[in-house]
C-alpha cells in the first residue's frame, strides 16, 4: 500500500501594498532578508516532516501574500527538500499565486524553471475603474499580458476575479465575464466581493463610502455565473471554484476533502491524521504564528514557529469536515467522511436536522453523496448554522 497522501502549503505573508480588501496576512515591509526567509523555511518544512512523515505529497502550494515576491531560487530550494523530506508523487502538483504586474510576469520562466507547474493569477477584475477602485497595483492590459506568459510557461493557469463589486450590474458582469472566459484555460476562481473585518474597506463601507448590490442582485449575480459558467465547461466544483472535468486544484480538494496537509510560513495551519493508518482516531490541529517577524524569530530560536497545537477528535473531526465538504459542489464523499471521522455524515447529523434542509432544497444526499444544493451553497453559512448548533 502506498503511503497517505499530503498537501504541503507555504505562506508567503509578503505584498507590495496591501489591498483594502483583504483580510489575508499579508504585510508590506520596506525589505525583506530572502536568505533568511528562505532558511526560516526550510527548517520548519524539516519540522513539518518530522510531524507528519511516512506521506507521500501530492501537492504543494505558495500562498500569500504575494509569493510571485518570492525569489525563485527559495521557491526551488522548498520543492527540492520536500522531495528530500518525503515520497513525492510523481505528478506533484505545485502552485503560485502570483500578481499579474509585468515585473512578476518576467518572474514565470524561472519559477518554472523551480518547478512550478500551475500558476494562480490574482486578475481580480479587466475593468480599469473597478481595479483602481479595488487598489491594484496592475492594470487590465498587464493582465492579459501576464495570462498570456503564464499560459506559455506553466503546464496549467487559473485567474480570480472579484464580483458583485459596489453599483456593478449583472449584464456589465456578465460582458467582463465573457472577456475573462476568453483568456481562461481549465480553472477560474471568481469571488463575490466580501467586506472582512478590519479592512479599509469594510470602515468605509461602515460609513457610507459605497454600498454593496442588494441581496436580490448578489443572488441573480451568482446563479447567472453559475449558469454561464457551466455553459462554458467551466461548471463549479466548490463555492467559487470552477475547473473543467479533471482539472480542479487538487491541493484546495485536500482542504475541501479534510485530507492531510501541513502548513509552513507566518500563519499557515495544518491538518494531519495522529496516526494515519487510523485517521478517525484524531487530527492534529496545527497553525504557526501569524507576524511575520515573530515567526521568523520563532523558527530561528526553536526550529518552528508554531503558535498552537491541538489534537481535534470526534465532534471537532465531524464539525471541520461539513464545514469543508460542503463547499464542494459533489457534496461529501459519505465512506470518505466515516473514514476520516468515524461515522456517516447523514448519522452524525441526524434526521431532525437534515429533513428541513433537505425539504427546502438547501442539501441533496444519496447512498454515496450529501451535499449542498447550488442555493445551499449560495448561504452556506446559515446552512451550517442550522446543522453545526
Ligand atoms: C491570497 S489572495 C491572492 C493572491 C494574490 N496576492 C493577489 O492578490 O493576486 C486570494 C484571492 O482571494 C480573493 N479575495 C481576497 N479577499 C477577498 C474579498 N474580501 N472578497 C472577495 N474575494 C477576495 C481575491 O480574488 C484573491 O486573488
Ligand atoms: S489581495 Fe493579494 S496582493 Fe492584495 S493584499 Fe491580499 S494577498 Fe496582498
Known amino acids: 500500500m502506498s503511503a497517505p497522501p499530503l498537501g504541503v502549503y507555504v505562506h508567503w505573508p509578503f505584498c507590495k501594498s496591501k489591498c483594502p480588501y483583504c483580510d489575508f496576512n499579508s504585510h508590506v515591509r520596506d525589505g525583506v532578508e530572502q536568505m533568511r526567509w528562505r532558511n526560516a523555511l526550510l527548517t520548519e518544512l524539516e519540522h513539518a516532516a518530522r510531524e507528519a512523515p511516512e506521506r507521500r505529497v501530492e501537492t504543494i502550494f505558495f500562498g500569500g501574500g504575494t509569493p510571485s515576491l518570492m525569489a525563485p531560487e527559495t521557491v526551488g530550494a522548498v520543492i527540492e527538500r520536500t522531495r528530500t523530506l518525503w515520497d513525492t508523487a510523481p505528478d506533484l502538483e505545485i502552485t503560485l499565486e502570483a500578481n499579474p504586474t509585468s515585473v512578476e ?30 487598489g491594484r497595483e496592475h492594470s487590465a492590459d498587464e493582465a492579459i499580458a501576464a495570462i498570456a506568459t503564464a499560459r506559455h510557461h506553466f503546464a496549467r493557469y487559473s485567474f ?38 478590519g479592512t479599509r474597506f469594510f470602515t468605509d463601507h461602515a460609513r457610507g463610502a459605497f454600498v454593496l448590490p442588494d441581496e436580490d442582485t448578489s443572488a441573480e449575480l451568482f446563479e447567472r455565473t453559475q449558469a454561464r459558467l457551466d455553459e462554458a465547461g467551466l461548471p463549479a466544483y466548490e463555492i467559487s471554484n470552477h475547473a473543467r472535468p479533471g482539472a480542479a486544484c487538487r491541493h484546495n480538494l485536500i482542504y475541501w476533502r479534510y485530507q492531510d496537509y501541513v502548513g509552513i510560513g507566518p500563519g499557515a495551519h ?70 476520516a471521522t468515524g461515522v456517516d455524515p447523514v448519522t452524525a447529523l441526524g434526521e431532525a436536522k437534515l429533513a428541513p434542509l433537505l425539504k427546502a432544497g438547501f442539501l441533496k444526499v444519496d447512498a454515496t453523496h450529501l451535499g449542498a444544493t447550488a442555493t445551499g451553497r449560495q448561504r452556506l453559512n446559515a446552512v451550517l448554522e442550522r446543522l453545526i448548533a
Do not use: C
Request: glycine share 10%; charged share 25%.
Open 270 to 339: 495544518g491538518r494531519f491524521a495522529r496516526d494515519p493508518r487510523r485517521p478517525a482516531a484524531g487530527k492534529q490541529a496545527t497553525r504557526r504564528a501569524s507576524g511575520p517577524e515573530a515567526w521568523l524569530e520563532a523558527v530561528e530560536r526553536d526550529g518552528h514557529g508554531t503558535a498552537e497545537s491541538a489534537i481535534a477528535q470526534g465532534s471537532d473531526l465531524v464539525e471541520e469536515a461539513l464545514m469543508m465538504g460542503l463547499r464542494l459542489a459533489g457534496g461529501i464523499d459519505r465512506a470518505r467522511f466515516a473514514e
Open 105 to 134: 510576469a518576467g518572474k514565470f520562466a524561472a519559477l518554472a524553471q523551480a518547478g512550478v507547474n500551475r500558476v494562480s493569477l490574482g486578475v481580480q477584475s479587466l475593468d480599469a475603474d473597478a481595479l483602481r477602485f479595488l
Open 160 to 197: 480570480d476575479l472579484i464580483y458583485a463589486r459596489p453599483g456593478q450590474t449583472v449584464e456589465a458582469w456578465l460582458a467582463e465575464l465573457e472577456r475573462a472566459l476568453a483568456l481562461a484555460g481549465e480553472h477560474l476562481s471568481v469571488y463575490q466581493l466580501t467586506l472582512e473585518r
